[in-house]
């Protein structure tokens, strides 16, 4: 199954370098979500707010503002009279719209990836959050430049409204009036992963080159890690959002950290592969590579982003005092002598029992892109974190609440 190491590699570095813009890092254009972010959402339809919904001008008397448990998993939106398929996936913040053709089938159409957190029952749709990731010649035209125009950075983007009325799920397209929305289903190809479930908790061991090993770790509520190995070192890495479409995985990073990399700057990786359902193999869109695979299990003890919220201290080695504040907005300041010899700030998040923290600002020239690594032995008085940092000077592993006086 390996094809020879120029095209391997290539295609390799095809996912680890393939940089979306400026602003692309940390995921600054959708907020940090874990399972428990995502039935938040869902819980916005109770009674108590439903009154409050109604004075909203944009929805009418006596609907509510759709949640993502509302929508379908595949639902017909026409934009500029044009019919594309709006599909939720596992509904943990990706979404993808397809251009259809005249039997409104998406079969060899353009796809526009979507990153959002659904709130307020909206979709919105710009530059900033979304990326169409490949092109087909016999997809549809206007359809395909209807997309294109949206993610277009010097247009406004879009905004895709749904509510619920008389137990109708309706949509509207801008200011347009709302319609009602028509569900449609699809059947991808069996010989393919065609949802996230399918992989949650497995990692994916995947052979790229004799000495190029790429390693994912899909974990629930649809988060992702994949690690780029060579000879036995993990030399680069990103961890974000992912789903299944129709039978094509993506992943859009928030966070990225080269292990040994001392170089700063903007990451955002975006990629898109083919699972064979028996998760033997993987290819790439276009299939000019296959690769080998060796699936496993995840072995690990969940960590809840609330069991670590707060502010926690280490003098580990006697000599920096270290603080660490991880907010409940999923974002952190780290501090070593309140400044004096490191400052560090970003996103935070937990995947299973991953911490990841986007290193966003740093006071040092020294700083990894991204720091990440298991929690263990988690209290309510302390952990161990076990992370890949390797700046100076050292992050410590062991931290505890702090000694106030």
């Known amino acids: 199954m390996k094809k020879s190491f120029l095209l391997a590699v290539g295609f390799a570095l095809a996912f680890f370098f393939a940089a979306c ?17 995502s039935s938040s959402v869902e819980d916005s339809t109770d009674v108590s707010s439903s009154s409050k919904e109604q004075k909203d001008p944009s929805v009418p008397e006596g609907a509510r503002k759709a949640t993502l448990e509302d929508l379908n998993w595949h639902q017909l939106i026409e934009i500029k009279g044009e019919q594309f398929l709006l599909a939720t996936g596992n509904k943990t913040g990706v979404f993808a719209l397809w251009t259809t053709d005249s039997a409104e089938t998406i079969a060899n159409q353009n796809v526009l990836v979507v990153r959002s957190n659904f709130g307020e029952g909206k979709l919105k749709i710009d530059a900033n959050t979304a990326f169409m990731p490949y ?18 950075s010097k247009a ?28 449609k289903d699809v059947d991808p190809s069996p010989l393919y992963v065609r949802a996230a479930s399918k992989l949650a ?9 004799d ?19 060579v000879k036995g070192d993990t030399v680069s890495w990103n961890a974000g959002y992912m789903d299944v479409f129709y039978d094509l995985t993506f992943m859009l990073s928030d966070f990225a950290g080269p292990a040994n990399v001392q170089t700063r ?23 000019t590579a296959e690769i080998s695979c060796v699936a496993s299990d995840l072995k690990y003890t969940p960590v809840k982003e609330t069991d670590v919220v707060g502010k926690w201290s280490s003098f580990e080695d006697g000599k920096i005092y270290w603080k660490l504040d991880l907010g409940s907005s999923n974002k952190y300041t780290m501090t070593a002598d309140d400044g004096a010899k490191e400052n560090k700030s970003g996103a935070w998040a937990v995947y299973g029992n991953q911490l990841l923290l986007d290193v966003t600002t ?10 990440k690594g298991p929690l263990t032995k988690v209290s309510d008085k302390g952990f161990t974190y076990n992370h890949s940092d390797k700046g100076s000077p050292a992050v410590p592993k062991t931290w505890e609440l702090p000694n106030l006086q």
């Not at 813009?21 to 972010?37: A, F, H, I, R």
């Not at 509510?163 to 799920?169: A, G, H, K």
């Open 21 to 37: 813009g400026d602003d692309s890092s940390s995921g600054n254009s959708v907020d940090q979500e874990t399972d428990e972010s």
């Open 211 to 229: 000495d190029t090993t790429m390693v994912f770790s899909f974990y629930k509520g649809g988060r992702y890690i994949a690690e780029q190995v």
């Open 156 to 183: 406004s983007g879009l905004e895709i409204s749904f509510i619920v009325e008389d137990s109708t799920l309706k949509y509207n397209v801008g200011k347009s009036d709302y319609k009602k929305v028509k569900s």
């Open 201 to 209: 908790d497995k990692r994916l061991a995947c052979e790229f080159s």
């Open 265 to 287: 700057g903007g990451f955002g990786y975006k990629a898109y592969y083919h699972f064979y359902a028996d998760l033997s193999q993987m290819t790439d869109i276009s299939k």
């Open 135 to 152: 092109g087909t010649s016999v997809a549809s035209k206007k359809g395909t430049e209807i997309l294109e125009g949206l993610i277009d």
């Open 362 to 371: 740093c006071s040092t020239q020294n700083c990894a892109l991204g720091i």
